[in-house]
Structure formats: structure tokens, C-alpha cells
């Protein structure tokens, strides 16, 4: 299933916890993060001068500008103790591994181009800005619990577009599970889900289809397997992204005896990915951060447009701002004397039949209710006009809405929807259109014109996308999506939003 709810499945294949009995040492580890280079002028050799007089240094170099920080790694719960060789070793568990993140990060500098750098500290040291870091790092091995302040901190900052990395170290499931916990708190509702391989991050930039482990893992056959990465997603990213297996080990370089973890050049390779994800998504996460809402006021209107969207699972409102936007271009390029609204109704609902305009997307699977296959076939055989089209093209959604429609409307099926179809001419003329670059660089061949249909009693009442068009009516492409190029996803919303109100 390229679809899995984990917090079952992963329970069940869990690990013991580790400890001295499983062979782990328990403690730090790893190597302490580089030491600051030394910079030497030309001036350091004279001896102090007294004050005011300074001396004339015309060999010395301004001191270069610090590089942003891209990772905050967060400190939280009280130092440990362990007794090693004779010895008390006091450490943070957070902290186990205090070169984890300055070893990824020179690497992917080299690797990808870029300057980063990282900071450490307390989550409330932290603005909540992904402007001035774009993402907070957990890791550790051990049980620990979020205060409410660092909750709501956590909850603003992943609204406001930021990214939550977290690695069990040494592959302990305590941690694991706490972090799950944790993060049920700071996004009530949300569905953890592992990763599948089609994902974005398992492809930014290395592709990678399984990973060595130090251990046999349940995942795997012997050392051997697919990375076992977790996600939540808002909107259309996924924001918080938890590794099962230790990472950290591996991004410092090292093999930690006894330990659940990732072999460190495959782990070098995923922080390497996760490290591009983070930095392409950044442009939409930040639209996605600011609520544009939007509706027509300005002069006379015959009447009102509701452009209604289907609650579907826990990530159904993945382009709000999007929709703002077509609307907006719907109200601005046409002579339509409407107001226009957006709106969200449940399937199930009566309230569906008081809307003749619905949109379906997501980013997974689903599958409706009776009731709801029920509902939604009253709906389009009163006249009601249907669209789809899966957030960032993910096939998942599409194979579902296909599924789910042929229940709804048996003995019909989504066909391709002919050039001469008015859809393509009721406003924009729409004789080819063009797809994103990263539908280009998978090596799919997409049709000439994306539309499918189903007609109901005469006129078309669903139509269908196989490749996203609500990314491209944010005016930019999504950096991963299986989309239709933004210019031509913008013409084909209009014309299908006019096709619906006129038919």
C-alpha cells in the first residue's frame, strides 16, 4: 500500500527499547560539532595600544558576514548522568550527538551549492519565523513531554511555513513515540504517514529507493530496505517529517554499536534530500503562511457564486490561497456580475444541495461513506457540477477520486475530454497547455490537454485532472508537483469555473 496510517502498523513491528542489556551504550556519542575557524589580521602582531589611539591595520580584511541559519536544533529536558569506564558522563539527551547537524549541513553546502549554518537552544530562544529558521530539529532517544507554551510555539511556527525535522537516535521507539504523541498536541487531527516512495524527499535530489542499516530493522529483509520516514503534511507539504531509525550517527559519520540506525552514507543522502525539500519548499510555504481570502463587493450582482469544497480526511484544505486567487482572476478578467464566495460543506451534508458548484482534492487516499456516495450522486443528478484534481499531482488522490466516482456513478466513466469541448474555448482559447519542470524531469509524457469528463444527463458534470491545477492558481509552480504549468492551470480554472456557472 502506498498509502499507510502507522501508528498501528509501526506498533506492531516496534523494537524492544535499547539500553546496556540490548549492547547500546547508553550516553553521548559522536564527535563534538567544529571548532570555529581562527582568523588572523595583520594587526594582531603589534602590542596594546593605550586608548584612543588605535593602529592602522591596512592589511587587515573585514571580517565576512555570517551565513543564515537554516536548522535550530532544540534543546529541551534536564542533563543525564551515566557511569562509563569509571567515570560520570553528564550529557542532554537532545544533544547526544553534538555533530549531527554541523556535519550535514558542510555536506550539503558542498553538495547543493548553498551556505548555511545551524544554532542551539531552548524552543522559546526561537522566534516562531521561518525567515530566520526555516527548520527545528528534535532528537533524542529517551520519553519527554512538550510544555503548553512550547506547544502553541511549535503550532506557530509550522503555520507561519516552517519545517520540523525529527530523528530517533540509536532508534529507541521511546522517543519515537513521544514525538508522535507531542506532535498530536501541537496538530490535533493530523494523520501520521509514512512516507511513500513516489514522495518528494526520497527524490529532491538523490534518488533513493532503499537504504543500508546498521542492524536488521522489521522493515527490512536483513540490512537491507526502503527508509522508514513519517510525515505530517499542511496544506500542500509535508511539515513535520520524523525519521523510525537513527540518522544522526550517520550525518556525524559514525556507526553507534548495538544501534537502529541507517547506514551513514544512505543517511547522509536522506538529511542531503531533506535538506533540498526543505529549501524548494520554501516560497510555498510562505503563500501558504498568509490567509488571502477573498470576495467580489464592488458594485450591483445579479447573484452570488459559491465555490464549495469537499471536506476529505484531515489535509482536504490544502490551496486555500489558491482558490482566493482564481477567483480573484475569475471576478477581474470576465463581465460575470456574481459575488463569488468559497466554502466548506461535508458530503454528507444537506448543505451540499444548496451549492450547484463542488471541488474535490487531497493529497491521499479516501474513500466515502455510503451516505456520502449517496449524497454526491443526488448532487449531480439535480444539476450539481463537479471538479477534481489531486493537490501536487499525487497519483494517490487520483487513483482514489476514480475509485470513489464509479461508485458514485456507476456504468459511467471518466473519458478525455475532446479539443472542441467548450471547456477549452468558453474564454481562454486552450489548444495545448504546458506542465511543470519536475513533471518533465520524471519522464512522463502528458497528454496534450488534461481534461477528463463524465456527462450526466446531457452536459459534463464531472471533470477530472489526472495533473494538479490548483498549485498553478497560486500564480507559481510547485516546486514538486505533477502539475499543469501555473500560466495554463490559471486559464483552464477560469474556463471551467464559467463552464460551470453557464451549464
Known amino acids: 500500500m502506498r498509502k499507510l496510517l502507522l501508528v498501528v502498523a509501526l506498533a506492531l513491528a516496534m523494537p524492544p527499547a535499547l539500553g546496556e542489556e540490548s549492547g547500546v551504550p547508553l550516553g553521548p556519542c559522536g564527535s563534538a560539532p567544529p571548532a570555529a575557524p581562527q582568523r588572523r589580521t595583520a594587526g594582531e602582531g603589534f602590542p596594546p595600544l593605550p586608548l584612543p589611539v588605535t593602529p592602522l591595520r591596512r592589511t587587515e580584511k573585514k571580517r565576512p558576514p555570517a551565513p543564515p541559519a537554516l536548522v535550530a536544533k532544540i534543546q529541551y529536558g534536564e542533563i543525564r548522568e551515566v557511569r562509563r569506564d569509571g567515570e560520570t558522563v553528564r550529557y542532554y539527551d537532545w544533544n547526544k550527538d553534538p555533530g549531527d547537524i554541523p556535519m550535514l549541513l558542510n555536506l550539503a553546502n558542498r553538495t547543493l551549492g548553498i551556505q548555511y549554518t545551524h544554532r542551539r537552544g531552548p524552543l522559546e530562544a526561537f522566534e516562531p519565523d521561518p525567515a530566520r529558521y526555516p527548520v527545528f530539529y528534535f532528537t533524542g532517544s529517551e520519553d519527554f513531554t512538550l510544555a503548553e507554551a512550547e506547544v502553541r510555539r511549535l503550532r506557530e511556527f509550522l503555520q507561519n511555513g516552517g519545517t520540523v525535522w525529527a530523528d530517533t537516535c540509536f532508534g529507541d521507539p521511546e522517543f519515537f513515540e513521544a514525538f508522535m504523541r507531542e506532535m498530536g498536541r501541537v496538530l490535533p487531527g493530523r494523520l501520521w504517514r509514512r512516507l511513500p516512495p513516489d514522495h518528494p524527499v526520497l527524490h529532491a535530489f538523490y534518488e533513493i529507493e532503499e537504504v543500508r542499516y546498521t542492524r536488521a530493522v522489521p522493515e527490512a529483509e536483513g540490512e537491507r530496505g526502503p527508509p522508514v520516514l513519517l510525515g505530517l503534511d499542511l496544506g500542500d507539504r509535508t511539515a513535520v517529517l520524523l525519521s523510525r531509525y537513527d540518522l544522526s550517527c550517520g550525518w556525524d559519520g559514525h556507526i553507534r554499536e548495538g544501534a537502529l540506525a541507517v547506514h551513514p552514507q544512505d543517511a547522509r543522502r536522506l538529511g542531503v534530500n531533506m535538506v533540498a525539500y526543505a529549501l524548494a519548499k520554501w516560497q510555498l510555504a510562505g503563500y501558504q503562511s498568509v490567509a488571502r481570502l477573498y470576495y467580489e463587493e464592488r458594485g450591483p450582482a445579479r447573484g452570488h457564486f459559491v465555490f464549495a469544497q469537499a471536506r476529505l480526511g484531515d489535509n482536504w484544505d490544502t490551496q486555500p490561497n489558491a482558490i482566493a486567487n482564481l477567483l480573484k ?3 477581474a478578467g470576465t463581465s460575470a456580475e456574481v459575488r463569488f464566495q468559497r466554502r466548506a460543506v461535508d458530503l ?22 455510503e451516505a456520502e456516495v449517496a449524497s454526491l450522486r443526488r448532487f449531480l443528478a439535480g444539476g450539481g457540477f463537479l471538479l477534481a484534481s489531486p493537490s501536487a499531482g499525487r497519483r494517490e488522490f487520483d487513483v482514489a477520486f476514480r475509485r470513489e466516482i464509479a461508485r458514485v456513478l456507476p456504468g459511467h466513466e471518466l473519458r478525455p475530454l475532446p479539443a472542441d469541448h467548450m471547456v477549452y474555448s468558453i474564454f481562454h482559447q486552450v489548444t495545448e497547455i504546458g506542465y511543470t519542470e519536475y513533471l518533465r524531469s520524471l519522464g512522463e509524457r502528458p497528454p496534450a490537454l488534461p481534461l477528463e469528463g463524465v456527462a450526466v444527463g446531457g452536459p459534463t458534470a464531472v471533470i477530472s485532472s489526472p495533473y494538479g491545477l490548483g498549485g498553478g492558481w497560486r500564480g507559481f509552480d510547485h516546486p514538486f508537483g505533477r502539475d499543469v504549468a501555473h500560466r495554463d492551470a ?14
Open 329 to 331: 482572476a475569475v471576478a
Open 348 to 369: 454528507d451534508s444537506a448543505e451540499l444541495l444548496e451549492h450547484p458548484f463542488l471541488y474535490m482534492t487531497g493529497r491521499h487516499d479516501f474513500t466515502l461513506s
Open 490 to 503: 490559471l486559464k483552464l480554472g477560469v474556463n471551467i469555473v464559467l463552464y460551470a456557472m453557464t451549464h
